[in-house]
């Protein structure tokens, strides 16, 4: 039974960083689909990225757009863990945000649709 468990959420000026981590336990499933999203209050889930490590070797990416050169992504050597690092937040970041990981094989993506484990999520607030 794979279990994610968000940290490293808080409150922050704008301008500011945060890092969020994802600890991964029961994994057995060699290709991993690992997505971060994100919940703000009276909207949808929306997709931040998520990082495909398929079997056969590499690494795939992808951001939406809003966090194109803000956000990074990257993962410790053992894949067990997936951090988000948030830099030059903005009020509009404000949310509760969560990772979440696609065990059924689908093709990985922003949509939460297909995600079927997901972390209780781990608040962050971004003051202007």
Known sequence: QVQLVESGGGSVQAGGSLTLSCAASGYTYT??????FRQAPG????GVVYIYTPATGGRYIAYTNSVKGRFTISQDNANTTVYLHLNSLKPEDTAVYYCAADTYGNRCQLSPITYNIWGQGTQVTVSS
């Open 31 to 36: 290709s991993r689909c690992i997505g971060w």
């Open 43 to 46: 909207k949808e889930r929306e």
